[in-house]
Structures are given as C-alpha cells and as structure tokens.
C-alpha cells in the first residue's frame, strides 16, 4: 500500500511540474529543467502530501507545496553533480544534466527550478492567504540557502581539503542542513498549510532525515551502482567520514534504527491517520537507491 501511493503521489507532483514547465519556452534550458525533475522517488513531495492530508488540506494547495520541494531538490542534485563540486556523470541511472547538456545549461536549469519553486509557492493556489504563503516561501528559502541545505554543502566541500576528519558531531551537523533541511521542510508544509503546530512533524523529520543519510552511506559501501543509479563507493575512496566510518557498519545500521523508531514515536499524536508517514519512515532504512 506503501509503496503504491508513494507512486501515485510521485505521479501526480510529475504531472503537475509538466504542466507547469508547458507554458515556459522550447528552449534548452526548459528541456534541461523538465529532464532533472523526472523520475525519482519524491519523498519529500511525499512528505509534503501526507503531512498535508493529516490537517485536512486541499490536495490542490499540497500539490503545489510538494511540485516547489521537488524542483527546489532537482535543483541542488544539478549543480551538486557539477565537475566544480562532486563531478558526477549519472543521476538516476541517466547522464547527469551537465554531462547531457553542458556546464552552463546546467548552472541556469539550476537557477531556474530554484526560483520556479518560489513562483509556485506565490501563487494563490497554494494559498488564499498571503500570510501563509509567505510562510512557506520564508521558510523554504532558510531551508535550502546559508542556513540550511547550501551551508551543509559548504561544510561537506570544506571537509574534503580539511587537516583532519569529521568528527561524528560535525558529520551530523553537516547532514543536518545538506540533506535534512529540506526534508524538514517538506514534513512541516503541510502543518503550515493549515496554520498548525509544527513541532511535532518537527521532530519527525529530524530524525528521519539523519536516518536517511546514514541509509545513504550505508549505500555508498553495500549499494549496486546500477541499482543505486549513481556511482557508489565515492567517499571511501575519497577517504571522507561518513556516519558508516565514524560508527562502523553495524553500529551505523543501529543508528538508523534507532531514529527510525524516534521518528515513528513523534507521530502518535496523529493516531492511525499518519501510518503512511510511518511506512515512509521505515522506507528510508530498506530502500536500495
């Protein structure tokens, strides 16, 4: 049942980003936009969704907070797989943007999906009230810049040239604002939507968004790069803590566990409404790519 509204919802934020992207110019940096938010698993427009649906919010209003998380994340995993920053040539299975395009398509494909989820989040069909409209772009703009997802990034690039590894602290902090950020955001959209509490989808996502890095670099040392769609073993080559070094293989297994089982403990006030929420948790730790 999971995994079929996981598809379902993934679906349905395609579609809407498709329709979006249709009214803009046949030119090669829409092209290069539409090919980077294809395909993928769209666990956070997930997040935005269920979390939404918890509050009893339009399924309009989620669709467009889920379609500006995705063209926000797309964005990051463009410029990320840049030669400048971890030269990646695949992504999904498929050529990276730069490698199917070039550099400078890629950097303005970026640029452009970054401020494409901001206009959707402007639109009033998020919101009649401009008030929470603001909200989430506030809040989205803190999550994914020098607070958030870009200052994880700094520091992920500022260790590789760094006198000394990680500690297991700073690899958590790091991970915070590189990955959990914009997690964060995506569970608490849909709280914001409807003007509630966001503490509890709060704690939800803090765990489950360490959780999903360390499932990440658990990956990179078991994964199948063919199962995995991108090139594994990266940062044990390149000789990079990881939660997987700092803990050991088991001990990072263990982790994961343990913050899959804090997150699922912060959504009892939801009762059974959020099981959905509980599956996606338990997802992050079994999934293969």
């Not at 997040?47 to 797309?74: F, Q, S, T, W």
């Not at 500022?158 to 990680?166: F, G, I, K, N, Q």
């Not at 009892?268 to 997802?283: K, V």
Request: aromatic share 6%; net charge negative.
């Amino acid at each position: 049942m999971f995994r079929d509204r996981l598809e379902f919802v993934a679906d349905q934020v395609g579609a809407h980003l498709d329709a979006v992207l249709a009214d803009y110019p046949d030119q090669p940096v829409v092209h290069a936009m539409r090919y980077a938010v294809s395909g993928g698993k769209r666990l956070r427009a997930f997040l935005v969704v269920e979390g939404a649906a918890l509050y009893g919010v339009d399924p309009a209003r989620a669709l467009n907070a889920a379609a500006a998380i995705e063209a926000v994340h797309a964005y990051s995993l463009v410029h990320d797989d840049l030669p400048c920053m971890d030269d990646d040539d695949l992504r999904r299975g498929l050529p990276t943007v730069h490698v199917k395009w070039d550099q400078a398509t890629a950097v303005l494909a970026g640029d452009a999906l970054q401020t494409l989820a901001f206009d959707l989040l402007s639109d009033p069909a998020t919101h009649a009230d401009a008030d929470v409209r603001v909200d989430l772009i506030g809040s989205l703009a803190r999550a994914s810049g020098a607070r958030g997802m870009v200052y994880g990034q700094a520091l992920d690039i500022a260790a590789e040239s760094a006198d000394r590894p990680l500690t297991l602290d700073e690899i958590t902090e790091l991970q915070a604002g590189k990955t959990g950020a914009l997690i964060a955001w995506s569970a608490e959209a849909g709280a914001r939507l409807a003007r509630a509490d966001i503490a509890p989808m709060t704690r939800y996502a803090a765990a489950l968004g360490l959780a999903f890095q360390i499932a990440d670099d658990i990956l990179d040392i078991e994964g199948d790069a063919a199962e995995v769609g991108k090139a594994v073993g990266k940062d044990a080559a390149a000789g990079k803590a990881t939660f997987v070094t700092l803990l050991g293989l088991d001990g990072a297994k263990a982790r994961a566990r343990d913050l899959i089982d804090e997150a699922i403990g912060a959504l009892e006030p939801y009762g059974a409404g959020a099981d959905t929420l509980r599956d996606a948790a338990r997802f992050v730790i079994s999934r293969r790519s």
